[in-house]
């Protein structure tokens, strides 16, 4: 059974910054790419963030580009989410998934808040 639990999240102000974590179980972690999306209030869930299983490989949405940065430790079946220069348009429920066997995600967290203040 595959299992993502999400932390880290929290109340910062503008400016600020913050590091989610997500630990995974039930899978092979090395072998999965592993992602970051978001849901604001009212908003449909977007994509922020992945790491790639094979060769490394990083996307971001245009949004987070600079400011964000997506990292793993497979040894610890972990990936991050490292997020600076917060705005308040980054408040949002933050999830983290798992691609499934067909290439989509199939696995998802319970998710984390995170609340920037302006």
């Known amino acids: 059974q595959v299992q993502l639990v999400e932390s880290g999240g929290g109340l910062v102000q503008a400016g600020g910054s913050l590091r989610l974590s997500c630990a995974g179980s039930?899978?092979?972690?090395?072998?999965?790419?592993m992602g970051w999306f978001r849901q604001a209030p009212g908003k449909e869930r977007e994509f922020v963030a992945d790491?790639?299983?094979?060769?490394?490989?990083?996307r971001y949405t245009d949004s987070v580009k600079g400011r964000f940065t997506i990292s793993r430790d497979n040894l610890k079946n972990t990936v991050y989410l490292q997020m600076n220069s917060l705005r308040p348009e980054d408040t949002a429920v933050y999830y983290c998934?798992?691609?499934?066997?067909?290439?989509?995600?199939?696995?998802w967290g319970q998710g984390t808040q995170v609340t920037v203040s302006s």
């Open positions: 998934a798992a691609e499934g066997p067909h290439g989509a995600y199939e696995y």
């Open positions: 039930g899978l092979t972690f090395s072998s999965v790419t």
């Open positions: 790491a790639r299983w094979s060769g490394g490989g990083f």
